[in-house]
């Protein structure tokens, strides 16, 4: 498994758990787990989801038959090679691990099924005060907005600092 993809669930649970206890965010369940969920990485033709998360095991597989995870670490340390410019420049990386504000991926989908305690079937809108703002929002944006904030505190520049 690429390192990169632990290192990622790691960092983004250290925030969750951070702005959780902060009260800088409401309505997510980081707390739930002290640690990050454990990634791992799968390669199965007959499954058909790039990942998915299982609430009993607390763990993300990914799926290399579906993900573009081969050459991940390659990829990742090219980008920092050339100082962290945009993801665009590399549609498959920024499709696992997006890195821009606003920007869903794999990653993050999967976390938020963590931290929000369900499974694969689990979409239904989620319940978020971010920054005193409180909101009700489809899956995929709470997934964003959560994401999104830990952005803008800093977020990526630990990410490349820790890889």
């Given at each position: 498994?690429?390192?990169?993809?632990?290192?990622?669930?790691?960092?983004?649970?250290?925030?969750?758990?951070?702005?959780?206890?902060?009260?800088?965010?409401?309505?997510?369940?980081f707390?739930?787990?002290r640690?990050?969920?454990?990634?791992?990485?799968?390669?199965?033709?007959?499954?058909?989801?790039?990942?998915?998360?299982?609430?009993?095991?607390?763990?993300?597989?990914?799926?290399?038959?579906?993900?573009?995870?081969?050459?991940?670490?390659?990829?990742?340390?090219?980008?920092?090679?050339?100082?962290?410019?945009?993801?665009?420049?590399?549609?498959?990386?920024?499709?696992?691990?997006?890195?821009?504000?606003?920007?869903?991926?794999?990653?993050?989908?999967?976390?938020?099924?963590?931290?929000?305690?369900?499974?694969?079937s689990?979409?239904?809108?989620?319940?978020?005060?971010i920054?005193?703002?409180?909101?009700?929002?489809?899956?995929?944006?709470?997934?964003?907005?959560?994401?999104?904030?830990?952005?803008?505190?800093?977020?990526?520049?630990?990410?490349?600092?820790?890889?």
């Amino acid at each position: 498994m690429p390192p990169l993809l632990q290192q990622f669930a790691d960092l983004f649970w250290k925030y969750g758990l951070a702005a959780e206890r902060s009260g800088a965010i409401r309505g997510t369940h980081f707390s739930r787990h002290r640690l990050a969920p454990r990634v791992l990485l799968i390669r199965d033709e007959t499954r058909p989801e790039s990942a998915s998360y299982t609430p009993l095991s607390h763990s993300i597989s990914v799926n290399a038959a579906h993900a573009a995870v081969d050459g991940l670490q390659a990829r990742w340390n090219a980008l920092k090679a050339r100082g962290g410019s945009s993801m665009r420049d590399d549609p498959a990386l920024s499709s696992i691990v997006g890195l821009e504000k606003h920007s869903s991926c794999l990653m993050v989908h999967e976390l938020t099924h963590a931290w929000s305690s369900t499974d694969h079937s689990g979409h239904s809108d989620i319940s978020l005060t971010i920054s005193g703002d409180s909101q009700t929002l489809p899956y995929e944006y709470a997934a964003v907005a959560v994401h999104s904030y830990f952005v803008q505190t800093g977020f990526l520049a630990d990410l490349f600092a820790q890889t």
